[in-house]
């Protein structure tokens, strides 16, 4: 079109009126467009709509200069002439043409605020009024842009491919947003902006005022403001519309929602009440009926709770009543038609008004008895043992702790009762472990029978039983209930068609003659087990007695001679292997890590047990150089290993009195950096009841660790229930479950508890070690629990450095990483 007779001239005559409505239209929709941008503005409408409609408002007004500076209009102050019209044509585009690069590169965010509107206004507003004042009152200061023999002067031109250039950026970068499927109307800016540019184009070629170019170049213009408005129009009023249509919409639906709502909670279990504020049901759901057998009345709903929790209730209720609380939470019983015990987990929430009146009270309850009983299940497995079913260590020190603390208020005195079966070991080798168990559930039931109401018999590991005697008189009393326990094993148990006649020793401890402390009850009546062991067995001695006659000669001798074999070096470090419990594809377990143990043979008296030496190393102060020999031997043999294997991690138990000395993390980094192993190499096994003995210090001393680069594991996990709770306080890295869960991985419950454990740790992101793995049938069992990490007598026992390096599972790949065979 731009091309189809070029050299046709309309004639100023002719053209002058056309120009006039053209420029007149222009001027209209440049004013509806700031109209519609300006008073459509809020703050959650774009800005750039604001900024587009203040640079329309300026073009308007600098088009109504140029079309009364045309040749041919009434002179408009100063003469009308081409370089006049298009002095203004120019500033005009120049306007638009900044404003539209500028929108297409600024961010389509929220609306300006009010002072910037206002300055951009004013901005806009200056610079029409520095035009008009150059061009009506200092003309000769301007450069020439036509002459009337020549037509357009190079500069006009050269303005107009500038001005081209500038909308060809502002309309590829609109096609860009368009393209991404901007949220604005990226489409018609796009237009607008390349039209624009065609405009422009047709203005770099007209040779008259009046000839086709010129009127094609408006009628462009025109198109482009057109554009411009639909855009404007589009974002500032008919997207609204359409966004309040769809809100609308939006409302009804959610109303159908409410609705099928509403009848899908009368599908549910749950029960959801709306209760007055003075507590009283207002309405309930049909949930409520079949949670508690009856329909909801209008009185208060406390009536409905369990007498035993009615208070705890009332309590929870009053602090929503009162403002103290806006919810709460809890779990509380119903008194329901159904059940005898109906355990109902309630969720109330409080409704205020803008006074902060409280206008009602919401409410959800949601049947958890089958849960509560699971939970009260679990918990007794993990405070009790498996086997007996009498309390495990973990209840018995509670036990005795609040039993000691009730004996301080009423004068009286405490027995606690350590018992050891003779020659256990003897029994389990001759008749196997299945008679052995029976034997324990047999002496089990006999001495609870025996025992007072009130007593406690618990079950301290192995064959070691602990008798807690509260509410005694005088050391008289235990004595008396003593001889009573030992009568006990006066008879012969059949057990697998065989007769056996078993015995054991007993050590006493009083509270508080012997001393006020757990732990040193606990130590004092188990070093008056082994006198009683060293005075011929099948008797019981009172601490106060041995102290009276001096120690038991085989304490003695071990407890003299403990520091010197710390000093000598004579208690050396042992290594098991780990292996990872998932076969590589060749069906080999990877060996991932040793434990170093401490073991301790005597000249005269053979193996001593760590459980011997170590609680006594704990008992006189020689701990921290125990456990400082056994870490530094194991450091230096798993230096060399570690050398060709840097795959594999070591293990070391750190005790009480390790973690809390003052100066355990700077000599534990000195040890590494002294044998050059990395923190991240050595596993920092903690006991579970040690972690959570004094939970705020550990986790201090904890994360003090791990911060150094050392990984930390909970041992003996699972024994001490409130870990549940406390774990995520605990920056460790590994749990190491108890041998006792492992030992029950064949039975229906110690397969759920372990898969528990395993689900938690996972949960948490912890590895899982299990040790006590005795067999393949318990190893494949544990792998399909998908445990990490498998410890046991069945993949490796422990053994000296020297004999570990030999075994096949460690040899038989001395470059690569070594592995066992999946069967063991």
């Known amino acids: 079109m731009l091309w189809l007779q070029g050299d046709l001239d309309l004639g100023l005559g002719h053209y002058l009126p056309l120009h006039a409505a053209m420029e007149t239209a222009s001027i209209i929709v440049s004013m509806l467009v700031f109209g519609i941008a300006w008073n459509a503005h809020s703050h959650a409408r774009p800005g750039n709509v604001v900024l587009l409609g203040t640079v329309l408002l300026g073009t308007a007004l600098l088009d109504f200069g140029h079309m009364f500076g045309y040749r041919g209009m009434p002179d408009f102050v100063t003469p009308s002439s081409p370089q006049k019209a298009i002095v203004f044509w120019l500033a005009a585009r120049v306007l638009v043409a900044a404003g539209l690069l500028i929108v297409a590169t600024r961010p389509w965010q929220p609306s300006l605020g009010s002072l910037h509107r206002f300055g951009l206004l004013t901005v806009v507003l200056a610079y029409v009024g520095a035009v008009y004042g150059l061009e009506l009152f200092h003309a000769a200061s301007l450069p020439t842009f036509f002459v009337q023999e020549s037509g357009l002067t190079q500069l006009k031109i050269v303005s107009e491919y500038g001005l081209i250039v500038l909308y060809g950026l502002a309309a590829l970068q609109f096609y860009r947003q368009a393209r991404r499927g901007a949220a604005h109307n990226a489409s018609d800016l796009f237009a607008a902006a390349a039209i624009a540019a065609l405009s422009e184009l047709c203005f770099t070629l007209y040779a008259s005022v009046s000839d086709v170019f010129n009127f094609v170049g408006h009628i462009y213009k025109v198109i482009s403001y057109g554009f411009i408005y639909r855009a404007v129009f589009v974002d500032s009023v008919h997207q ?39 507590g009283r049901i207002a309405s309930a759901n049909s949930g ?49 038609e159904a059940a005898y015990e109906q355990w109902m987990e309630c969720r109330f929430v409080a409704e205020r008004n803008e006074q902060g009146q409280l206008v009602g009270i919401r409410g959800v309850l949601r049947d958890i008895t089958k849960t509560y009983l699971q939970e009260r299940h679990i918990a007794h497995m993990a405070l009790h043992d498996a086997l007996t079913g009498l309390p495990n260590r973990v209840l018995l020190e509670d036990r005795i702790k609040k039993t000691v603390q009730l004996a301080r208020r009423t004068n009286s005195r405490v027995a606690v009762c350590f018992i050891d079966l003779d020659h256990f070991k003897n029994i389990n080798d001759a008749y196997g472990h299945k008679t052995g168990d029976a034997l324990l559930l047999g002496m089990a039931k006999a001495l609870e029978k025996s025992l007072r109401d009130g007593d406690t018999i618990a079950r301290w590991g192995g064959d070691e039983f602990v008798a807690l005697l509260p509410g005694l008189a005088n050391a008289e009393d235990a004595r008396n209930v003593a001889r009573k326990l030992v009568s006990v094993m006066q008879q012969t148990y059949e057990l697998e068609g065989q ?36 005075q011929g067995r099948n008797n019981f001695q009172m601490f106060s007695d041995m102290s009276a006659r001096g120690l038991g000669k085989k304490e003695l001798y071990i407890q003299s001679r403990l520091a010197q074999a710390i000093r000598d070096g004579g208690i050396t470090s042992w290594f098991q292997p780990q292996f990872a419990a998932t076969p590589s594809a060749d069906g080999t377990r990877q060996l991932t890590g040793v434990e170093a143990l401490a073991r301790w043979r005597d000249a005269d008296l ?24 056994v870490r530094r031997q194991a450091l230096e043999q798993f230096a060399q290993w570690y050398r060709l294997r840097p795959d594999m991690q070591l293990s070391l138990n750190i005790s009480k009195r390790q973690l809390f000395a003052p100066d355990f993390v700077d000599l534990l980094q000195a040890d590494t950096a002294r044998y050059g192993l990395p923190a991240a190499a050595l596993i ?17 001393r904890l994360r003090q660790l791990v911060q150094a680069g050392f990984t930390l594991s909970i041992d003996d996990f699972g024994t001490g229930y409130a870990s549940l709770s406390q774990l995520h306080e605990l920056p460790v890295g590994e749990l190491k479950i108890d041998i006792s869960f492992v030992q029950r991985v064949h039975t229906p419950d110690g397969l759920r508890i372990l898969q528990a454990i395993v689900n938690l740790a996972r949960a948490l992101g912890l590895r899982t070690v299990a040790e006590g793995v005795e067999d393949e049938a318990t190893a494949s069992t ?43």
């Open 240 to 278: 609204p519309f359409a966004a309040l249509n769809r809100a609308l919409a939006k409302e009804k639906l959610w109303a159908a929602e409410q609705h099928s709502f509403v009848r899908t909670l009368d599908m549910l279990d749950e029960a959801v009440l709306e209760l007055l504020p003075d």
């Open 684 to 700: 920092l096994e903690v006991t579970e009841s040690v972690a959570l003995m004094e939970v705020e210090s550990a986790e201090e």
């Open 782 to 824: 544990l792998q399909q629990l998908e445990v990490d990490v498998l410890q046991g007598y069945h993949l490796g026992k422990p053994c000296p450095a020297d004999e570990f390096e030999k075994l096949p599972f460690f040899a038989a790949n001395p470059t690569g990483s070594p592995a066992m065979a999946a069967n063991g």
């Open 499 to 534: 007769p056996i006649n078993a015995t054991f020793s007993m050590g006493i401890s009083l509270f508080p003659d012997d001393s006020d402390s757990v732990d040193t009850l606990l130590a004092h009546a188990d070093r008056a087990m082994f006198y009683a062991k060293s």
């Open 606 to 629: 053979g193996w001593i047990s760590p459980g011997t030496f170590i609680p006594m190393a704990e008992t006189l102060g020689l701990i921290h150089d125990l456990g400082q020999l």
């Open 288 to 336: 409520w009926w079949q949670l508690t057998g009856n329909a909801p009345g209008r009185g208060p709903l406390a009536d409905a709770i369990h007498g035993e929790d009615r208070n705890a209730f009332l309590k929870c209720l009053a602090d929503l009543q009162n403002g103290r609380k806006d919810e709460f939470h809890g779990r509380f019983r119903i008194m329901a």
